[in-house]
């Protein structure tokens, strides 16, 4: 997958302009707070009752997508950091490691979002 850059996707937009494409989201690099490459937002997941982005879907591990993790990581928990052109977590490899992991009904299930965001220590969003 190509990684836009934030630079290059906000060329056309108004100077001061503070919004930016969900497809300029998607494909942007992950790095820690070490500076090591996490990997890449693979999707970002909007509470259709807010419209509020809460979750960054973060691709981790694997090699060219095949054996790689998926990690819904609360919004908040990413900053966009210009100088690297991606997002930066407070978060490291080995935390990611040990994360809670999906299952195909995480986005509906409550408890599984309530343990996410009690390890990620991010308030959940729907409070």
Do not use: C
């Amino acid at each position: 997958m190509q990684t836009q850059s934030f630079a290059n996707a906000t060329s056309t937009m108004p100077t001061g302009s503070s919004l930016i494409s969900g497809k300029t989201v998607q494909g942007t690099r992950v790095y820690s707070p070490a500076g090591d490459e996490l990997g890449h937002i693979d999707d970002v997941m909007v509470d259709t009752s807010s419209g509020k982005i809460v979750y960054g879907v973060l691709e981790f591990g694997g090699f060219l997508g095949i054996g790689s993790d998926h990690h819904a990581i609360p919004f908040g928990k990413l900053k966009y950091d210009t100088a690297r052109e991606g997002y930066v977590t407070d978060l490291t490899k080995e935390q990611l490691e040990q994360a809670p992991k999906q299952d195909e009904t995480w986005r509906d299930n409550r408890e599984w979002q309530k343990r996410s965001h009690e390890y990620y220590g991010v308030a959940p969003y729907w409070l």
